[in-house]
């Protein structure tokens, strides 16, 4: 995966400050343990000295020195040194190295290509970045109201837009609940105003807080980024960096599909991302006030084939910003 310099240095500096943090975490506990057992302290010396005979029996050719001897005198001092720590309440391993990522040891580098921890660094600031403008704050469960939803049904529907998006809300709910980074997606279909963008950010603010990475933005925007960055002449991975967040997150949202300029090259490049992503296993929300014929009109088969696979929900209603507009100004 090609990683942007930007955010690669800033994921480096974290990674910097996770290794100084931990290294003045393993100080404080070892000034702790020494200040409270000053016979560790003794043990730890003396272990020193088991170090130096055993390195000297193996380098001594003339056979003298009794590596086996030295190495089980090693072995006891160090079991001592455990047994002690646990007689007083710590765990064996308390004074060992502190790594955030056993994996890399915080350095971002595991047998010379990048970790999964720098990675995942790396795609959170960027999605940061990309999220900064989404009123994520603003989008929650608890304050997606269904009152501007009529329960009447209408003769297209056996069910009132009040059932409907009970059962959309509740649907949203479960996904965020059961959500483990791995499954197809949603589709979301339906007019404006109808709370297709906040189901979609209130999914997007519990998973940012569980861990998650989500990468939320409008279908323009998105391919306003990649255009902007496509085929520049560098080496710092910034051509396509943003496909390469859009293809990796644990999240993608694509927020009004059809408002984008639908030429050939903006359908081939929906179309990687959306069937990298479920070649990947990786969920995809995506949202659009197309109807679905009109969906498979624009987008052609093999992208509104696979679009169509997910999860889909319709929302009924009227606009409900202008019924809060309404209600507001009675």
């Known amino acids: 995966m090609r990683l942007n310099k930007i955010y690669l240095d800033g994921a480096l500096r974290t990674l910097s400050e996770r290794r100084k943090k931990n290294r003045q975490l393993e100080d404080a506990r070892r000034s702790e343990v020494l200040e409270k057992l000053p016979e ?3 043990l730890e010396a003396e272990l020193a000295l088991t ?11 003339s056979g003298e020195n009794d590596s086996d001897f030295a190495l089980e005198k090693n072995r006891a001092i160090k079991k001592q040194m455990d047994e002690l720590l646990e007689k007083n309440g710590y765990p064996a391993d308390y004074l060992e190295p ?7 040891k915080d350095t971002g580098n595991t047998c010379n290509e990048w970790c999964e921890c720098l ?43 009040l ?42 603010n519990v998973l940012i807080e ?6 939320y933005a409008s279908v323009p925007e998105l391919i306003r980024r990649i255009k902007s960055q496509f ?70 088969d093999r992208l509104s084939s696979r679009m169509f696979s997910m999860k889909i929900l319709v929302f009924a209603g009227s606009d409900n910003r202008i019924e809060f507009s309404d209600n507001f100004n009675r």
């Open 40 to 42: 560790y302290g003794e």
């Open 51 to 61: 170090m130096t005979d055993v390195i000297s029996s193996v380098l001594d050719k």
């Open 98 to 104: 502190v790594y955030t990522c056993p994996k890399c």
């Open 119 to 161: 990675c995942r660094l790396t795609n959170e600031m960027a999605a940061a970045e990309l999220n900064a403008n989404a009123p994520l704050a603003k989008s929650r469960f608890d304050n997606f109201s269904l009152k501007c939803y009529s329960d009447k049904t209408t003769e297209n529907s056996a069910a009132s837009p």
């Open 163 to 204: 059932e409907i998006m009970k059962n959309n809300f509740e649907y949203c709910k479960r996904f965020t609940e059961e959500f483990d980074g791995k499954g197809s997606g949603i589709l979301m279909i339906g007019g404006t105003g109808l709370g297709k963008t906040h189901l979609s950010l209130a999914i997007a």
């Open 210 to 215: 569980k861990g998650f990475c989500v990468v």
């Open 231 to 300: 085929g520049k002449d560098n080496n710092d991975g910034e051509d396509d960096s943003t496909v390469s967040l859009a293809t990796s997150c644990d999240l993608l949202i694509l927020d009004d599909l059809g408002a984008e300029n639908s030429t050939e090259w903006c359908v081939s490049m929906l179309y990687e991302i959306i069937n990298t992503r479920q070649n990947r296993r990786l969920p995809i929300i995506v949202s659009t006030n197309l109807e679905p014929n009109v969906l498979r009109l624009k987008y052609q």
